[in-house]
């Protein structure tokens, strides 16, 4: 089993619709979880950072966080097509310091 | 500023060079990081400095040998290394404040081993 598993798509929506990126995990007393957008050719960006059950909003994106079910999402709303991208759940163990990251979702929005 | 910058942007080098790549951040992070990336993977980590001391060696093989000479400059000397080692290079930093470990990446260095 994958320490970090995301579908690896492509998950392809039109221009204003609700992308839905999923991730789970293995490590039960992981604490931290983020979601980070890789443009082609690019290094990792950051876009969403979650510590707690519950959602969290920032502005189009909504991270979901359920530590019972081992799962994380991502939403994006209204998604555009410079969305496009890959993103990749990332979990960090108890110890703090060890990112894992997921294979990444790669997102296409058609314009 | 909020910027991680590393350098070179590429690199070629023969398998009997010494190359060094290198890490620069000026948040005040005090946690660093180095991962490899090879095309269409995730980012996998090879080592992380927390407050300058080496927290974190994934097994990575000795012809690559990380230095933290202070709290805003990271290294990576590379010795040695092999075609399969040809990858994006990537330096990320961190706070380490609040118990967050939001990563910040540098736009890393293409490494091309022939």
């Known amino acids: 089993q994958k320490e970090v598993e995301q579908n690896s798509g492509p998950l392809s929506v039109p221009e204003g619709a609700i992308a839905s990126l999923n991730c789970t995990y293995s490590?039960?007393?992981?604490?931290?979880f983020f979601w980070y957008r890789q443009y082609s050719g690019k290094s990792p960006e950051l876009i969403m950072s979650?510590?707690?059950?519950g959602d969290k909003e920032d502005g189009r994106f909504t991270a979901q966080l359920n530590k019972a079910s081992q799962y994380v999402s991502l939403l994006i709303r209204d998604s555009q097509p410079s969305d496009s991208a890959t993103y990749l759940c990332?979990?960090?163990?108890?110890?703090?310091?060890?990112?894992?990251f997921g294979a990444g979702t790669r997102l296409f929005v058609k314009a | 500023d909020t910027e991680v910058t590393q350098t070179p942007k590429h690199l070629v080098m023969g398998m009997t060079n010494k190359k060094s790549l290198k890490c620069e951040q000026h948040?005040?992070?005090?946690?660093m990081y180095w991962y490899k990336q090879k095309a269409k993977k995730p980012p996998e980590l090879m080592f992380v400095?927390?407050?300058?001391?080496?927290?974190i060696n994934e097994s990575v093989p000795s012809r690559f040998s990380p230095e933290c000479p202070n709290s805003s400059l990271l290294n990576l000397h590379l010795h040695a290394l092999q075609p399969e080692d040809s990858a994006l290079y990537l330096c990320?930093?961190?706070?380490?404040?609040?118990?967050?470990?939001?990563?910040?990446f540098g736009p890393g260095t293409r490494l091309t081993v022939t």
């Open positions: 948040m005040g992070h005090r946690a």
């Open positions: 490590d039960r007393g992981s604490q931290s």
């Open positions: 990332a979990v960090t163990n108890t110890g703090g310091f060890k990112t894992i």
């Open positions: 979650i510590y707690s059950n």
């Open positions: 400095y927390s407050y300058e001391k080496l927290s």
């Open positions: 990320a930093s961190s706070p380490l404040a609040g118990g967050t470990n939001e990563q910040y």
